[in-house]
């Protein structure tokens, strides 16, 4: 039985109910008479078609707003919820009370994980250039767009209601949030980037300058609805003032308290979590109490949470996945239930847009102009307006409490939401498309490769250190390469950390003695044994230590960009695969393999991939007291198997070393017909032969063979007689000399010889090192196209040997 009545234009409905909870078909009981059963299917429909929209979007460079905005509408009722009996059956009146809670419960939590992520010291940390940025990006659209709205009241005759909310539209289209644009970076990969932590630092600027802006005016609004007294707004500021002073002075220090009391374990108990959810409850609750939205609280609570390990990334491991595929778009849902397009006027569409566009122009000209002004690039300028003028949930919640105090009407919010989707769908894949970070690593100019560094010049390397096992090979590795006073090592060690329970990457310069932060903790051994290191080769090495703490999907940017910043030569990094002294094989996390094979593609310089076998492993001391050092070289021929060369030379020069250079040759008739890339192979060995003839410790052997078979054979005789074996990654796909090598393709990052070595199949118990020689934008040509890291002079002995070949082709000698 159902009874209806109406008053004051709300509409109420009664309906008896037998039972509470469902007995089930079989006995008569139909399903979607109960509330839960309701629920459960609301919520499933709306992560089942998210989760479909972002499968088809994502590739497209969509970010996961417009996927759950796409299935509100989808389910709303401009679509399916057009039909009477699936609107009746799915989204009955008498559900909305129980979907609006769990609905907007979704959102507050994630609304409190925003905020947990979110790093408010980048604020103060922000350079002049982002803090122009974002006080430009909240001020132009601001005051373009009302001025706009002001024009338009004057000159165009329009609906009463979009009359008196006009300038309330154009000030809201003109907001930003930190929120939206972290997110939207998260989704592009673009947090690590040089943009994105621009656009990071400057849209905290310009969205604390849109919170407090809005917090003022709905203050102001719920004042001026509910009583005349003067006094009530500040009243109300005043209540705003005293939550915040409980969540900094009460709460903050109850969460320093529960990382001290969780101690090194860095697991939080369930009665943290208890407390934690209580907290976020309670500050909702408080919010409402003092006339603000529900959601200020929690926000403000999880920007008070302090981010990363142990209690940030415990929080957003433990709810992250839940909370965003499937409570979130059940708000988005509810949002989108409102939104009736069939019911919007074209004379509306039309004024509300304009407003949009001008807000538009208004974001890109106030983050373009001073970032020209900074000497930003204009394609990454446009990106970075393109970025900021992004909008997303919480500009959704604006709204949302905008159309509640009366501010704009629902059919302005309908209109609003629409074109903050077409807009925001429209953003995302042009900065895929204009803003590639890889590009600004490629190197036109100087080649940064040990072959093109100067004899006596300082060699810059790059080590990345994911476990503090790898640790001791790769010491004994740089103490193989011969650190001297004339030409000294400087070393960058990073240790790579995943990033959790923050939303911005953080890079950590450590120096001697000091202690940056509480996340530096987590290098100190590895940081005091490379110290260690340094202090024994006082005056050769210099030792220069950083933990990267960055997502697995963009932590290649924050090495590349590193290497690109210090002009590193070569950047170690370590295979994903470990071996334990046992002989049994230890497979690390598998994003480890991902990050190496994008550092492959977009390093500045040459990469080395170290597989330790144990041959490398041990303390220093160890490594000092080898009579000899064994080191053999592969030599096939190419870019990167000449890179190799020019590293083992160097380690040539140490006395406890000896250097064993292998050269395949092709039987003469089946050489190819590469010339250009033969003469320099030539010329690497020759000087290889000039530097070490009377050093006795040093061998070059020459193998002439006729297939790959010859060459596994040679190559398994040298099996367990060498410390290290220095090999090229690339090769020519259709040597002979790799012919059938080529079928293994399991780890493609150590090319076929590297695979050879390095496969669990193999008896080889020798540490590998696999060299790739940065590429120049393609192999240079007549030694022209490419300058030393050094000096821009080039090998005129190179260039004069290329010049010859290239007259012999054209029949001129």
């Given at each position: ?12 409905v ?16 139909n399903p ?33 707003f ?76 601001l005051?373009?767009n ?13 609906d ?6 006009l ?13 939206v ?15 994105g ?65 969780t ?71 509810f ?23 001008c ?15 900074y ?67 490629m ?26 096992d ?9 103490e ?8 000294p ?8 950390i ?37 202090e ?51 497979l ?10 994008k ?103 020459e ?17 367990n ?24 393709n ?9 695979e050879?070595?390095?496969s ?18 393609g ?19 190179r260039?004069t040997?290329?010049l ?10």
């Amino acid at each position: 039985m159902h009874r209806s009545a109406e008053n004051n234009g709300s509409r109420w409905v009664c309906q008896s109910q037998r039972h509470m909870r469902n007995r089930g078909v079989f006995y008569g009981d139909n399903p979607f008479d109960f509330a839960s059963l309701i629920l459960y299917t609301q919520l499933s429909l709306s992560a089942l078609l998210t989760a479909f929209f972002q499968l088809i979007l994502t590739p497209l460079g969509e970010s996961a707003f417009i996927s759950q905005m796409l299935a509100g509408i989808i389910l709303g009722p401009s679509f399916l919820g057009k039909d009477n009996s699936f609107r009746s059956t799915v989204f009955p009146m008498k559900s909305f009370y129980v979907s609006e809670t769990f609905a907007f419960f979704g959102c507050m939590l994630f609304m409190f994980l925003v905020g947990v992520k979110m790093d408010l010291s980048m604020v103060r940390k922000s350079g002049r250039r982002a803090l122009v940025i974002g006080i430009c990006a909240f001020l132009v659209p601001l005051m373009l767009n009302i001025a706009f709205a002001i024009i338009l009241k004057h000159k165009i005759t329009m609906d009463p209601d979009l009359h008196k909310s006009l300038i309330f539209i154009a000030a809201f289209q003109s907001s930003s949030s930190f929120h939206v644009i972290v997110c939207l970076l998260a989704d592009l990969k673009l947090l690590n980037s040089e943009l994105g932590r621009l656009a990071v630092s400057s849209s905290m600027i310009s969205g604390t300058c849109s919170w407090i802006c809005s917090i003022i005016t709905f203050t102001i609004r719920q004042s001026s609805l509910t009583t005349k007294q003067a006094s009530l707004p500040w009243m109300a500021l005043m209540s705003l003032v005293i939550m915040l002073i409980i969540i900094i002075y009460i709460l903050r220090p109850i969460f320093s308290w529960m990382i001290e009391k969780t101690g090194k374990e860095k697991e939080l108990s369930e009665s943290h979590f208890f407390c934690i959810f209580v907290m976020v409850l309670g500050c909702a609750l408080l919010g409402e109490v003092i006339g603000q939205h529900f959601m200020f609280g929690p926000i403000v609570l999880g920007l008070a949470v302090p981010d990363g390990p142990p209690l940030g990334s415990a929080l957003v491991d433990k709810l992250g996945s839940y909370v965003s595929s499937i409570l979130l778009p059940g708000y988005f849902v509810f949002s989108c239930a409102r939104i009736n397009l069939s019911l919007t006027n074209v004379k509306t569409v039309g004024i509300v847009e304009m407003l949009a566009l001008c807000s538009l122009l208004g974001k890109l000209m106030g983050t373009m102009l001073p970032s020209l002004y900074y000497e930003l690039p204009v394609l990454d300028s446009l990106s970075l307006g393109l970025i900021m003028s992004a909008q997303g949930i919480t500009d959704i919640l604006i709204l949302q409490h905008g159309m509640l105090l009366h501010l704009i009407d629902q059919e302005s919010y309908s209109i609003m939401v629409i074109s903050a989707v077409l807009i925001t769908g429209i953003i995302t894949p042009m900065v895929k498309l204009l803003y590639n970070p890889s590009k600004r690593y490629m190197s036109m100019k100087r080649r940064r490769t040990i072959q093109h560094t100067m004899p006596n010049a300082e060699l810059r390397l790059l080590a990345c250190i994911h476990h503090q096992d790898i640790t001791p090979s790769i010491i004994n590795l740089l103490e193989v390469s011969h650190p001297t006073l004339k030409s000294p090592i400087a070393l960058y060690v990073v240790h790579l950390i995943q990033l959790l329970g923050r939303s911005s990457p953080l890079l950590i310069t450590h120096r001697q003695g000091h202690r940056i932060s509480s996340h530096s903790n987590q290098s100190d051994h590895i940081i005091n044994a490379f110290h260690l290191f340094e202090e024994i080769n006082c005056g050769t090495v210099l030792v220069n230590a950083f933990t990267a703490i960055a997502p697995y999907a963009t932590m290649h940017d924050e090495i590349c960009s590193l290497a690109l910043e210090k002009r590193a030569s070569l950047v170690i990094i370590p295979f994903h695969q470990q071996w334990k002294p046992q002989g049994t094989e230890e497979l690390s996390e598998k994003p480890i393999r991902t990050v190496n094979l994008k550092i492959l593609n977009s390093a500045p310089c040459s990469v080395g991939i170290l597989v330790d076998r144990g041959t490398l492993s041990g303390n220093i001391k160890t490594m000092k007291s080898r009579p000899f050092y064994r080191i053999v070289v592969i030599f096939l021929g190419g870019a990167d198997d000449r890179e190799a060369l020019s590293y083992a030379m160097r380690m040539a020069e140490h006395p406890d070393v000896g250097i064993t250079v292998i050269q395949f040759l092709l039987e003469s008739k089946k050489r190819g017909k590469n010339l250009v890339s033969r003469e320099l192979d030539f010329e690497m060995i020759d000087k290889f032969k000039r530097a070490n003839m009377h050093k006795m410790r040093h061998i070059y052997r020459e193998e002439v063979v006729y297939e790959s078979l010859e060459v596994i054979n040679v190559i398994r005789s040298l099996q367990n007689l060498y410390d290290l074996v220095l090999v090229g990654r690339r090769h020519a796909s259709n040597s002979p000399l790799l012919m059938g090598l080529t079928m293994w393709n399991e780890f493609p990052e150590l090319g076929s010889l590297g695979e050879m070595l390095a496969s669990s199949d193999s008896n080889w118990e020798v540490s590998l090192l696999v060299v790739q020689q940065q590429s120049c934008g393609g192999e240079e040509v007549l030694g022209f196209k490419c300058f030393t890291e050094d000096s821009f002079a080039v090998d005129m002995s190179r260039a004069t040997a290329k010049l010859s070949v290239v007259k012999f082709l054209h029949g001129k000698e």
